[in-house]
């Protein structure tokens, strides 16, 4: 047999695997199912994640923990919240303590590479910012020489913010703290003149301050944070059961799906609304999920921009508006892969 034939039966074998199912169920997913739970790592920022007065964890991050829960289980609680410092995070997920990781872990080259990390899809683009006390006359960072700066150790923040000063030319002195608490009771003590975390941490610190008016978050973003689910290497099924499922609230936005309307479109004639809502069942039997997955977490937590609202838009204390977190269609960065 010729070489170029050769070639060609390796390659339709390849391609045979990856459509008979090649993501292989890993230790990972094997615990999940056999615990009848997942355990999720978070923070303790509301808005993004924190128990609510009878203990329930509410939050950002949270729905996105009871939207793999329902890809795994078809049940929004089959999941476990557990709170953990950004110092002791990573170990704790490579150790096991966690089957994923949804605390605002910011996705870099080393953590991937080195560290033996898999990210999902970014589910929210920050970057690092520094709040300031308005009394100290400040408009921007390149203002801040000599300034004292309140930063949380074993974060991407202590590079981040070394870089910036030593760019802008500009001298700093460190004040690094490991409790997140404590960091920002230095900050308003006025132990330092800036805190830096990512700039949505800030917004919600703002808020927390016995005076938030008299706090101002700077324009700059000093670093890319994009903040991504991560899990351990080793589970393909499982790396893409939270692919999928993220994408899902995605698509779902990008299809005007919401809450309130989803039931409108089931009887939709549109072949990618029948296949994404599993009114045509073929993706979800081929993914081993119910193939309504993806119309149960929407029909529970809602689309992309209704978590987004709900939790930290503008509505909400924390305030934030969408940015680089809108669709593509309308000038941000998230973007579903086709549902086929």
């Known amino acids: 047999m010729s070489p170029r034939f050769l070639i060609a039966g390796a390659l339709s074998l390849a391609i045979g695997l990856a459509l008979t199912g090649a993501a292989k169920a890993g230790p990972t997913l094997d615990a999940i199912k056999a615990r009848g739970s997942i355990k999720v790592g978070v923070g303790t920022q509301p ?63 080393t953590r991937a590479t080195k ?46 913010i070394t870089d910036f000063f030593r760019q802008n030319k500009i001298a700093f002195k460190p004040v690094v703290i490991e409790e997140t608490a404590e960091n920002q009771k230095a900050f308003s003590s006025g132990r330092c003149d800036v805190l830096t975390q990512d700039a949505s941490d800030l917004a919600i610190t703002r808020t927390q301050l016995p005076k938030p008016d008299d706090y101002v978050l700077l324009p700059e973003r000093i670093s890319k944070e994009p903040l991504a689910p991560a899990i351990r290497y080793g589970d393909d099924q499982w790396l893409e059961i939270v692919n999928w499922a993220v994408y899902a609230t995605i698509q779902a936005e990008e ?26 069942p073929s993706l979800g039997e081929a993914a081993k999920l119910d193939p309504k997955f993806a119309y149960t977490i929407v029909k529970t937590v809602g689309n992309y921009g209704e978590i987004f609202d709900r939790n930290v838009g503008p509505a909400t204390k924390v305030g934030l508006d969408r940015g680089f977190n809108k669709l593509w269609t309308q000038g941000g960065l998230l973007y ?5």
Do not use: M
């Open 255 to 280: 299809l005007g799906i919401t809450q309130a309307n989803i039931d409108s479109f089931l009887t939709s004639a549109d072949p990618t609304v029948r296949r994404f809502l599993g009114v045509d």
């Open 115 to 160: 560290l033996g990390f898999h990210f999902g899809p970014v589910v929210f683009y920050d970057g690092q910012g520094l709040l300031v006390p308005k009394k100290l006359g400040v408009s921007k960072g390149k203002d801040l020489n000599g300034a004292t700066v309140c930063v949380q150790t074993g974060t991407t923040g202590e590079l981040n």
């Open 336 to 340: 579903a892969p086709p549902f086929r």
């Open 47 to 109: 808005g993004f994640f924190a128990p609510d007065s009878n203990g329930r964890w509410q939050g950002f991050f949270v729905d996105f923990g009871r939207a793999l829960s329902i890809a795994v289980f078809n049940d929004p609680d089959k999941v476990q919240f557990v709170s953990s410092s950004p110092q002791q995070r990573l170990p704790a997920l490579q150790s096991g303590e966690f089957d994923i990781l949804l605390s605002g872990v910011t996705q870099t080259f």
